[in-house]
């Protein structure tokens, strides 16, 4: 990727928080977003416990499981991709950015897959309370996902690219979306069992 860095591959200004400035705003705006959503859930859910168990045990943990380790194994090529960025590893950086992009797309997939299925069951969200919540945290958070894979596809076009003196810059945007990532792969641990495990 064409990185600067300086002595034994480590980046200039290794005590900075990663990213660009203010991106850590961005995402604690994101994160309190989720949060009140979150809360919000659980109040409606205490509300109407019965209906929401009930709403809860038609979910496919077998397909919220595979998400889970979907975006994981996702979070983790992305984590690699900014360790080798930083060591000047450009092509090792390009696979991991490649492999979590593409991880990132297959839980598209498989979260389409799991909308198919209940839309042709019938379920939406004016069915109840709970599908309601289900639809629209899983929503924003596959918006999210299809975001973040976008921007990773990008950077990745960007590294196949020769860039000379802005190596620092690209470290900066890298770091960025990986931390953006790492809060979408954060949301997932949460709402899984939010939505498909708590009783």
Same mark, same amino acid.
């Given at each position: 990727?064409? +990185?600067?860095?300086?002595?034994? &591959? ?8 990663? &990213?660009? %400035?203010?991106?850590? $705003? ?5 994160? =309190? ?16 416990? !019965?209906?929401? %168990? ?9 397909? &919220? &499981?595979?998400?889970? +380790? ?9 984590? +690699?991709?900014?360790?080798? !960025?930083?060591?000047?590893?450009? @092509? ?13 797309? #297959?839980? $598209?997939?498989? @979260?389409? $897959? ?30 999210? #996902? =299809? $975001? ?22 690209? +470290?900066?945007?890298? %770091? ?24």
């Amino acid at each position: 990727m064409g +990185l600067t860095t300086t002595g034994r &591959g480590r980046p200039r200004n290794a005590g900075r928080l990663p &990213g660009v %400035e203010g991106i850590w $705003v961005f995402l604690g705006a994101d994160l =309190v977003i989720f949060c009140v959503l979150f809360v919000s859930f659980m109040k409606d859910r205490t509300a109407q416990p !019965a209906l929401f %168990e009930r709403s809860r045990l038609t979910l496919s943990h077998t397909l &919220g &499981g595979a998400d889970t +380790l979907i975006l994981l194994t996702s979070s983790w090529l992305v984590a +690699l991709a900014v360790e080798a !960025a930083r060591g000047d590893e450009p @092509k090792r950086s390009r696979i991991c950015l490649a492999g979590g992009s593409l991880a990132g797309a #297959v839980f $598209v997939l498989s @979260k389409s $897959v799991e909308y198919g299925e209940k839309f042709a069951a019938g379920v939406t969200p004016a069915t109840d309370s709970f599908f309601m919540w289900y639809f629209t945290l899983t929503g924003m958070h596959l918006a999210h #996902v =299809v $975001v973040g894979s976008c921007l990773l596809a990008a950077l990745w076009a960007r590294s196949r690219k020769s860039a000379h003196g802005d190596g620092e810059h690209v +470290l900066l945007l890298l %770091e960025s979306v990986a931390s953006f990532w790492h809060l979408v792969d954060l949301l997932w641990i949460i709402m899984f069992p939010l939505l498909y495990l708590t009783r």
